[in-house]
């Protein structure tokens, strides 16, 4: 059952309440949960409170690289060599862009980490719990661990990975945490914070052409580069104990980032406890739509391939473990790693041949061969091939539902 909230509804929060979010950048934040989620008083109480202690640091400190102050560059929509989403259409375009809404800070008032510091995981363990959440790039050398309790207060990391620019994004207000390559075209670029907010989720900007980028979408919705694309890299969304027991080499985002935060506090409430925004209530911000098939705050592994999406219920997945699946008429598989409490999601084709997949004694089986989580033939008559890496990532219901009112749900 679907209904359609195109209008703000602004009894559901007040504006400015909670000063604790002003720190970060969220300054029109309508933060009274007791309205949109039923808190107990405790909670907007230490919300008020964290503000009282935050209220002396400089809320909207910026540090933007000096050759990103240039002239904004224009760029031909056909001579960017990103490719268009040619699934979207020119009228649904206009309205995201239509129903994009000031969050409250003005462009990079949340301030992105511009040149971000690095320590060994001996070292984080001073600032780290074994159930803090953390976000994993596996694709860099070395593996690269960023903290939520960082990435809260930037959303943004502007990074090099294996040498090339990237950018790790995270929205709290959704619950998505997703990489983002830098480069359009020849040029390269880095992305920062808009101050507006789509269907209550982060919309980046990057600072070549400022055209702007949700965050969930991954679709430049206005700007010179309308209609295009970003290319994006996996990340995956475990804890602190997990991601250092499986790569204990790793190299662990500093709490030095040239900022003062208190990155022992989350604003918006916390992922060890229950009752908090992240497991409680629905969306702060206005959506463009409301699915009640799952519960708004269900997290949910968002898939979309050409004109098709597929939510995927990640504690579904927990049970599962292993689900052959087609989205539309591509065959895909999606496979729960133990280590890490994630969800890998691959195409099952090799050249013409679909793969069928399924587990034995706790090992990935298909065509006579054994199959590791990162989508590798580890023995057998396919050693040594690799399946494709689907793109896919964690994300609250109601906001993959707001951009994709017709997926389907496993």
């Given at each position: 059952?679907?209904?359609?909230?195109?209008?703000?509804?602004?009894?559901?929060?007040?504006?400015?309440?909670?000063?604790?979010l002003?720190?970060?950048?969220?300054s029109?934040?309508?933060?009274?949960l007791?309205?949109?989620?039923?808190?107990?008083?405790?909670?907007?109480?230490?919300?008020?409170?964290?503000?009282?202690?935050?209220?002396?640091?400089?809320?909207?400190?910026?540090?933007?690289p000096d050759?990103?102050?240039?002239?904004?560059?224009?760029?031909?929509?056909?001579?960017?060599?990103?490719?268009?989403?040619?699934?979207?259409?020119?009228?649904?375009?206009?309205?995201?862009?239509?129903?994009?809404?000031?969050?409250?800070?003005?462009?990079?008032?949340?301030?992105?980490?511009?040149?971000?510091n690095?320590?060994?995981?001996?070292?984080?363990?001073n600032?780290?719990?074994?159930?803090?959440?953390?976000?994993?790039?596996?694709?860099?050398?070395?593996?690269?661990?960023f903290?939520?309790?960082?990435?809260?207060?930037?959303?943004?990391?502007?990074?090099?990975?294996?040498?090339e620019?990237?950018?790790?994004?995270?929205?709290?207000?959704?619950?998505?945490?997703?990489?983002?390559?830098?480069?359009?075209?020849?040029k390269?670029?880095?992305?920062?914070?808009?101050?507006?907010?789509?269907?209550?989720?982060?919309?980046?900007?990057?600072?070549?052409?400022?055209?702007?980028?949700?965050?969930?979408?991954?679709?430049?919705?206005?700007?010179?580069?309308?209609?295009?694309?970003?290319?994006?890299?996996?990340?995956?969304?475990?804890?602190?104990?997990?991601?250092?027991?499986?790569?204990?080499?790793?190299?662990?985002?500093?709490?030095?980032?040239?900022?003062?935060?208190?990155?022992?506090?989350?604003?918006?409430?916390?992922?060890?406890?229950?009752?908090?925004?992240?497991?409680?209530?629905?969306?702060?911000?206005?959506?463009?739509?409301?699915?009640?098939?799952?519960?708004?705050?269900?997290?949910?592994?968002?898939?979309?391939?050409?004109?098709?999406?597929?939510?995927i219920?990640?504690?579904?997945?927990?049970?599962?473990?292993?689900?052959?699946?087609?989205?539309?008429?591509?065959?895909?598989?999606?496979?729960?790693?133990?280590?890490?409490?994630?969800?890998?999601?691959?195409?099952?084709?090799?050249?013409?041949?679909?793969?069928?997949f399924?587990?034995?004694?706790?090992?990935?089986?298909?065509?006579?061969?054994?199959w590791?989580?990162?989508?590798?033939?580890?023995?057998g008559?396919?050693?040594?091939?690799?399946?494709?890496?689907?793109?896919?990532?964690d994300?609250?219901?109601?906001?993959?539902?707001?951009?994709?009112?017709?997926?389907?749900?496993?």
């Amino acid at each position: 059952m679907r209904n359609n909230t195109n209008s703000l509804d602004r009894r559901r929060f007040i504006i400015y309440a909670s000063a604790g979010l002003i720190a970060i950048g969220l300054s029109g934040v309508a933060w009274n949960l007791q309205k949109t989620t039923q808190l107990k008083s405790k909670t907007s109480s230490n919300l008020t409170e964290s503000y009282e202690s935050s209220i002396s640091k400089k809320p909207f400190e910026t540090t933007i690289p000096d050759n990103n102050n240039e002239t904004t560059t224009s760029i031909d929509n056909n001579d960017s060599e990103l490719e268009s989403d040619s699934y979207i259409s020119s009228s649904r375009l206009d309205e995201f862009s239509n129903n994009m809404i000031g969050g409250g800070p003005p462009q990079d008032g949340i301030p992105p980490i511009e040149k971000p510091n690095y320590v060994s995981i001996l070292e984080a363990r001073n600032y780290l719990e074994d159930n803090d959440i953390v976000f994993l790039v596996e694709n860099s050398e070395p593996v690269k661990i960023f903290p939520q309790k960082i990435l809260v207060w930037h959303e943004i990391v502007n990074e090099k990975v294996n040498g090339e620019n990237a950018s790790i994004t995270y929205c709290p207000l959704t619950g998505s945490v997703i990489g983002f390559k830098g480069k359009i075209g020849e040029k390269d670029t880095t992305f920062g914070t808009s101050g507006k907010l789509l269907n209550s989720n982060l919309v980046m900007y990057d600072r070549l052409t400022e055209s702007q980028w949700p965050q969930i979408l991954g679709v430049a919705v206005t700007g010179s580069l309308r209609g295009k694309k970003l290319e994006n890299f996996p990340i995956i969304w475990t804890t602190w104990k997990k991601a250092r027991e499986k790569y204990p080499n790793a190299s662990v985002l500093s709490i030095e980032t040239g900022f003062q935060r208190s990155y022992d506090r989350d604003p918006y409430g916390s992922y060890q406890k229950t009752g908090t925004y992240y497991d409680t209530g629905g969306p702060i911000f206005a959506i463009m739509s409301k699915d009640d098939r799952l519960p708004e705050k269900e997290v949910i592994i968002g898939i979309k391939i050409k004109n098709s999406e597929l939510a995927i219920v990640k504690n579904k997945m927990t049970k599962d473990k292993l689900a052959n699946l087609f989205l539309n008429e591509d065959p895909i598989v999606a496979i729960f790693d133990d280590t890490l409490d994630t969800v890998r999601v691959y195409s099952r084709k090799i050249g013409n041949d679909t793969l069928h997949f399924e587990l034995k004694n706790g090992e990935i089986y298909s065509n006579d061969s054994t199959w590791s989580v990162f989508g590798e033939s580890v023995e057998g008559p396919m050693k040594g091939k690799r399946l494709k890496i689907i793109d896919s990532f964690d994300v609250m219901w109601f906001a993959w539902a707001a951009y994709y009112p017709n997926t389907e749900i496993y």
